[in-house]
Nanobody
Framework: QVQLVESGGGLVEVGGSLRLSCAASGRTLGGYSMGWFRQAPGEEREFVAVIRWTGGSTVYAGSVKGRFTISRDYAKKTGNLQMNSLKPEDTAVYYC???????????????WGQGIQVTVSS
């Protein structure tokens, strides 16, 4: 079992930055990947970024590439999503999740955080 708790969301102006964190507890994350997803009202949950817990390789959605950076602190079992140059269309509830697969498919993630609101005002 893995428990995930997100923090760091809030309200920011267009062009601003936010840093989300995801604290993991429970089993070791070696061999797993941590993904970030987001869901805006009335829309499906969409992939944002993923990082391999061991090795640190990453993949980003095209809509956030060059603006968002995913990272992890291996020792602290914490994942981070640095979000820069935020746009109104980035407004959503953001979720971190853990999967044994290195995947952008939310259906392959077994463990999810509770979600945290990010609002970008124009």
């Amino acid at each position: 079992q893995v428990q995930l708790v997100e923090s760091g969301g809030g309200l920011v102006e267009v062009g601003g930055s936010l840093r989300l964190s995801c604290a993991a507890s429970g089993r070791t994350l070696g061999g797993y990947s941590m993904g970030w997803f987001r869901q805006a009202p009335g829309e499906e949950r969409e992939f944002v970024a993923v990082i391999r817990w061991t090795g640190g390789s990453t993949v980003y959605a095209g809509s956030v590439k060059g603006r968002f950076t995913i990272s992890r602190d291996y020792a602290k079992k914490t994942g981070n999503l640095q979000m820069n140059s935020l746009k109104p269309e980035d407004t959503a509830v953001y979720y971190c999740a853990v999967s044994p697969k290195y995947s952008s498919n939310p259906g392959e993630y077994s463990y999810w955080g509770q979600g945290i609101q990010v609002t970008v005002s124009s």
